[in-house]
């Protein structure tokens, strides 16, 4: 089973970027969505981005405009450059990988990572 690792997590100023990494243990594009989500305490976590075997992307609208999820398949890691941050954004974000007979959005039957934390602090 594929073992996902996210880094890049950081506190960083309202309208600053920071760029989320995952590293993932065996390359999972071929048979797998790639995925970011994320999720405040006291909260269900959120989706956030997808990425599918053919690189298309997918946003949820808080997202879109500012996030760019992407891969590389050399390196087996996903990111998500995220620009324009905002106090809301503050979450421990996670990087999963969906199975290809499943649905992104939500996740489920997937491989979770175990989170980095993004701050934002006005």
């Known amino acids: 089973q594929v073992q996902l690792a996210e880094s890049g997590g950081d506190s960083v100023q309202v309208g600053g970027s920071l760029r989320l990494s995952c590293a993932a243990s065996?390359?999972?594009?071929?048979?797998?969505?790639l995925a970011w989500f994320r999720q405040t305490p006291g909260k269900e976590r959120e989706w956030v981005a997808c990425?599918?075997?053919?690189?298309?992307?997918t946003y949820a609208s808080g997202a879109k405009g500012r996030f760019t999820i992407s891969k590389d398949k050399a390196e087996k890691t996903l990111y998500l450059q995220m620009d324009s941050l905002k106090p809301d954004d503050t979450a421990v974000y996670y990087c999963?990988?969906?199975?290809?007979?499943?649905?992104?959005?939500?996740?489920?039957?997937?491989?979770w990572g175990q989170g980095t934390q993004v701050t934002v602090t006005s």
């Open positions: 990425i599918d075997n053919n690189g298309k992307t």
């Open positions: 065996a390359y999972t594009g071929t048979t797998d969505y």
């Open positions: 999963v990988a969906v199975p290809i007979y499943s649905d992104c959005v939500t996740g489920e039957f997937g491989v």
